[in-house]
């Protein structure tokens, strides 16, 4: 697989953590017409503006 380190901003509001802080709440999996098309770790939190 590949890997790189990415920001996304939702469209919806979302339920995610720092993994460093709760492990559990910090991997995500991006989905698109029912196919998972990502997976990740978040590692920074950058509050909204």
């Known amino acids: ?13 979302m339920c995610l953590e720092n993994a460093k802080e709760i492990p559990q709440m910090g991997r995500f999996a991006i989905r698109d017409m029912g196919q998972t098309v990502a997976a990740g770790l978040c590692i920074e939190i950058t509050e909204k503006q």
């Open 1 to 13: 697989g590949n890997a790189a380190i990415v920001k996304i901003k939702p469209t919806k509001p």
